[in-house]
Nanobody
Framework: QVQLVESGGGSVQAGGSLRLSCAAS????????MGWFRQAPGKEREGVAA???????TYADSVKGLFTISQDNAKNTLYLQMNSLKPEDTAIYYC????????????????????WGQGTQVTVSS
């Protein structure tokens, strides 16, 4: 059974950095697709970044050049390095996974992913 556990969230001042981690277990896919999503209070969940087993990445326009998605060599831990954080980045951040990303680059749409972590809170103060 696939299990995803996020960690690394917390409170930070604007301009600061955080590194989120997602520990994956029970993942039996040879090719995989994983991503980070976030949901602010009263808003819809949105895709932040995604990556496939070949290292191909996709980023939301709002975080390009600021956030970096990556995985360790064992491909069992997903990371999101967040730099230059802004108050609008405040949200619950979720790790998500599915099988292979498919024909196109890693997607940022929520419906493409079937496995989800419990989320970790990120709060950025001005």
């Amino acid at each position: 059974q696939v299990q995803l556990v996020e960690s690394g969230g917390g409170s930070v001042q604007a301009g600061g950095s955080l590194r989120l981690s997602c520990a994956a277990s029970g993942y039996t896919y040879n090719s995989y697709c994983m991503g980070w999503f976030r949901q602010a209070p009263g808003k819809e969940r949105e895709g932040v970044a995604a990556i496939d087993s070949d290292g191909i990445t996709t980023y939301a326009d709002s975080v390009k050049g600021l956030f970096t998605i990556s995985q360790d060599n064992a491909k069992n831990t997903l990371y999101l390095q967040m730099n230059s954080l802004k108050p609008e980045d405040t949200a619950i951040y979720y790790c998500a996974a599915r099988g292979a990303c498919g024909r196109y680059r890693p997607p940022l749409n929520q419906s493409a992913f079937g496995y989800w972590g419990q989320g970790t809170q990120v709060t950025v103060s001005s």
